[in-house]
């Protein structure tokens, strides 16, 4: 069993920041492509920012120069510090990891994601 736990949300003024954490804990061997996902009232999942296994990192136009994915892969943990928020970043916030785990001794890539994590920016 593979779990992600979300924490880091909760309630902001416009312009202020917050910091998300995500992290996997379970039996796995490793974690490849991590990133992070939104989805807005009345609005579609989208996504945020995505970091690779070798530190390569993309990110949504409208939350570029904003937030900053990064990585501890001690740890099996993502983060999204968030600067400079706006009314727009309101939503539900989603981790997602790339794990392989063993099957049967047998490295298999499994999709995981963390149950959501609520970012709400209002003044």
């Known amino acids: 069993q593979v779990q992600l736990v979300e924490s880091g949300g909760g309630l902001v003024q416009p312009g202020g920041s917050l910091r998300l954490s995500c992290a996997a804990s379970g039996r796995f061997f490793s974690v490849n492509d991590m990133g992070w996902y939104r989805q807005a009232p009345g609005k579609e999942r989208e996504l945020v920012a995505t970091?690779?296994?070798?530190?390569?990192?993309n990110y949504a136009d409208s939350v570029k120069g904003r937030f900053t994915i990064s990585r501890d892969n001690v740890r099996n943990t993502v983060y999204l510090q968030m600067n400079s928020l706006k009314p727009e970043d309101t939503a539900v916030y989603f981790c997602?990891?790339?794990?392989?785990?063993?099957?049967?001794?047998?490295?298999?890539?499994?999709?995981?994601w963390g149950k959501g994590n609520l970012v709400t920016v209002s003044s």
């Open positions: 997602n990891m790339d794990v392989v785990r063993t099957v049967a001794d047998i490295p298999v890539g499994m999709d995981y």
């Open positions: 970091i690779t296994g070798g530190d390569s990192t």
